[in-house]
């Protein structure tokens, strides 16, 4: 059929040399905008029109004074502000969803009134087999203590009754739940795992890390009904903040087919960066490499996350040295260093990204030092990943930016346990504490996210806190260890090119530039112009992606 | 963007203004050809020439003495014979694939050439954790009886052997595969399986249908690169064999990953209906109903498969008498009845297709019964299918028909299996035996297939096989039950149209017709002026899928 391809070239030839403007077919020019974006290093750029191809990519991008290309089509935004689509490097997607769709307990400021939430959304859904919940955390619990199994039973005990606890790492069950599962005081801890045991040792209900497997294994799988429903949530709620990409960290085969359930329906907007919860589930989907882009860069698995220990919150981070609030532990490996060893060699093998979380001094110092053995191993650009960073030793600090490790950490997580890890490291151990700013300056690429749905997925609350260091009510004053905080440019980067780059992106969206996708959002004020306050309170007005507009505020 | 839609459409009428020939865009015309086709109704039809759109699918079907349209290309065929693409009905796409990869027993006439042939293998693949292989028949072995570990462990006994009977429901393994899954004489027999013992009780080695299970789940899980080779592998044969679209009954949630890595990669040419091995992975991949066709028509999860029996070699079809030759036994449910309904219920409630396995005559009543309770609980065209319909007791033969059922059958298990089941039932039980006219004559639809990797896929041995009842010997003479054969249309029909329409695809392929994706071969004779051995014998010369050829015979 070579015959046909000539002849499909003659066609072109003669299109062009009709009377169509002498431009490309159907440029769409956006001008009037005041654009900003950041450059890789973290420097602030300015542009005020862009030109948008048929197919979604940016073509030109122009400075003031530049003189318009002449195109089909031409958007006038008003002077509105632009930015590029920002970009959360580690979330999850479908838990974000189904957190959406489950009760709600983030906020909760006691037992007693999380046993009022817990009874009102079971009294308002019948029908649900299982109640299930998330986001209660003790350390704001007027009572200064977990919940327990009887607390629940107090108000739901005819049904199975699930809530988890803010970052994931911790639930607590009621008795029927906890009779489902056939957990008794016979009941051992698991590897990487603990149950919370009263004086006379039996469980009090709540359980840490892996034991949450021992609940969750009888919990009935969600239907896909609902997955779709949640993956549609999860899209609507990423839009109208501002996102337009986010890396998905821990995908599970259930949630990838949901993934793409979307993209065969063309209902896929989002761009997600994919990471699997395990070899088994990135060999299974990707085989013997990453996957390519999907639906015009919507969709691809390029790696794997694996993780080495569990979170401060839960005590589950695992430290150098004991707990400062609970001297008789130093945290929990969820995975041992082996077999961390072997799943990232494993995946590297067939040029998989891996990215590992790590909270405590340990689990980063271990994971650094695999990496660093991996680096020797495999060749080619690897972008290892850490994931959240948290607490480091300062002496492991320059290591990362010397194996090549991007930092993939969450801002506001600073502002959510600033208190809480004082209390468990004390002050002395707080040298390289959500380091951002030391890690930065080390030569170290950050990439930063919320990990939704742990933190709100607020992205303009992220840049605010990145550059602050201070919570929603300004504390503490000035920012906690105020010099880990980062300028505007290098927070944006992090959120944008940066994120990108931390998923082998970069050549498809993270800034607005010739031959990437044209996501961008439209905001209503100028971060460079404002407070860190007024910033975190930054509306989007629109979202658009691969130049379609996904988003509108008004709507 | 609504401007923008409007300006495309007035660059096309400008486009059509121009000097350009006044016929659709890029249009090919395939003539100078002797077309046969078969109609729904089992019809042979002729055609001379068609054409091609851009987007490989068929514009016109001409007949002799009808005008030629003008069209920018044109392909003389030169008087060859030109059939729609084959289609078979019921196949194992990776299980064929794999086969092609592993060692194939099948023509072994002794149990001392299986060795002979196991040690061969083991010796040249000195890497191979696992000797696995398939094809071996008892029926066809000089020493006519089963082969035992022992047999195995003669000739390899320091790695684990696994061997496949031609029909899947059986295997045997060398004493090693049995150690490391655990099997001793205390093992019991798992439900809708069993243990071949010899006279003290020990297990012999040979697995009966779900029994395999006990060595299968110990074999280390076939890698993603070996399934994308298989895949390969599976795809060229079906092709050079003049099969374009096939039903593949059973995929797994790594059989469907391979398929969408081969469609994502631009590599997946071969068209495949999908029915999946399980409510979980059914339900997984496709969510709350089928997926739409992906790949431009090469790929779709439209239903499940079920098993309701065995088969009749191994003695696991479900008889309503015991066997003639082990009158002990009526077979073996592979899956209870109320779980089969419970799970075809499940599937038809979001619109799924049910295709069930039924070999022995109370599998097949059983089957029949629930797709009649189904019918009368699910409104709409459901299709129901049942798989291989070997044995049917005479008076629920109407049954088929009257409950709208598919009848997906082999012609070729008759001429492999004919002896065997004159010994399994007796001649008093054959009243309606692979009965393809009688089913027909019903007013049920055939779809016929090869249920390769247990047959060869060749589709001319079949449509042979259909029109005489006689094996590659021209056994029996005048064909067994000679009744039974149907004439050269309907057995055209059933492995195209027939085929096609059992899978949901009649709008995409299965003829050629305007709007059908243009899926022809062209081959060295024509079916209808030759006799049946001489039809089994035809060679493929060319196959084309979409407009494109994917084959060649000369390549």
Redesign the interface.
């Known amino acids: 059929?070579r015959?046909?391809m000539i002849?499909?070239r003659l066609?072109a030839a003669?299109?062009s040399a009709?009377?169509?403007p002498a431009t490309a077919?159907?440029d769409?020019l956006v001008h009037n905008v005041n654009g900003i974006q950041a450059s890789k290093d973290g420097k602030i750029e300015r542009f005020t029109a862009f030109v948008i191809s048929?197919d979604g990519r940016i073509v030109a991008i122009l400075q003031a004074g530049e003189a318009h290309p002449r195109t089909?089509?031409a958007i006038d935004m008003q002077g509105a502000v632009v930015m590029p689509g920002l970009i959360d490097a580690h979330g999850h997607v479908m838990g974000l969803g189904l957190a959406a769709l489950q009760l709600d307990l983030t906020g909760t400021s006691s037992i007693a009134e999380l046993q009022q939430r817990v009874k009102a959304y079971a009294d308002a859904n019948p029908g649900l087999r299982w109640i299930q919940g998330r986001g209660w955390n003790q350390e704001m619990f007027a009572e200064g203590r977990l919940p327990t199994a009887a607390d629940i039973d107090a108000v739901v005990s005819d049904r199975p009754v699930w809530l988890g606890r803010v970052d994931g790492h911790a639930a607590v069950g009621n008795t029927l739940a906890m009779e489902l599962a056939g957990v008794t005081a016979a009941t051992e801890d698991p590897d990487g795992g603990s149950l919370i045991r009263d004086a006379a040792g039996n469980p009090t209900g709540v359980f840490i890390d892996t034991a949450e497997g021992y609940v969750t294994r009888v919990i009935p799988?969600t239907?896909?009904?609902l997955?779709?429903k949640a993956l549609g949530e999860a899209q609507r709620f990423l839009l109208s903040e501002g996102i337009t990409a986010v890396a998905d960290m821990g995908t599970s085969?259930?949630d990838w087919?949901?993934m793409?359930?979307a993209g065969?329906?063309g209902r896929l907007q989002l761009r997600i960066m994919s990471y699997a919860n395990s070899i088994?589930t990135l060999?299974?989907?990707?085989?013997?490499g990453p996957?390519?882009w999907?639906y015009d860069g919507k969709l691809r698995m390029g790696g794997i996350k694996l993780y080495s220990d569990g979170a401060l919150g839960s005590r589950g981070a695992l430290l150098k040295q004991p707990y400062e609030d609970a001297p008789d532990t130093v945290g929990l490996p969820v995975t041992d260093e082996l077999a961390i060893k072997n799943r990232a060699s494993r995946a590297a093998i067939d040029n998989f990204q891996v990215a590992i979380h790590a909270i405590g001094d340990l689990a980063n110092e271990q994971v650094i030092a695999t990496f660093e053995e991996l680096g020797d191993a495999y060749e080619g650009e690897r972008r290892w990943r850490i994931e959240h960073v948290q607490i480091l030793d300062p002496a492991d600090l320059p290591r990362i930016a010397e194996a090549g490790i991007i930092a993939s950490m969450q801002p506001v997580h600073q502002t959510s346990d600033w208190q809480m890890a004082e209390k468990r490291l004390g002050e002395e151990r707080l040298g390289a504490a959500y380091a951002w700013n030391s890690i930065d300056q080390s030569g170290a690429l950050l990439a930063f996210g919320s990990d939704f749905p742990v933190e709100h997925p607020n992205p303009f609350v992220g840049l605010k806190v990145a550059i602050s260091r201070e919570d929603a009510n300004g504390n503490p004053q000035g920012g906690w260890i105020a010099e880990e905080k980062v300028d505007l440019g290098t927070a944006l980067a992090a959120f944008t090119i940066g994120a990108a780059y931390a998923g082998f992106a970069e050549d498809q969206f993270g800034r607005l530039e010739p031959g990437l996708y044209a996501d961008f959002i439209v905001i209503d004020r100028d971060p460079t112009a404002v407070s860190p306050t007024m910033l975190a309170e930054t509306d989007v007005l629109e979202t658009w992606i691969g130049g379609?507009r996904v988003y509108r505020a008004a709507d």
Chains 1, 2 share one sequence.
């Open positions: 059929m015959e046909r002849k499909i066609i003669l299109l009709t009377a169509l077919f159907a769409t048929d089909d089509y799988r239907q896909p009904l997955l779709d085969n259930e087919h949901t793409r359930r065969d329906a088994e060999t299974n989907v990707a085989g013997t996957t390519p999907l379609k």
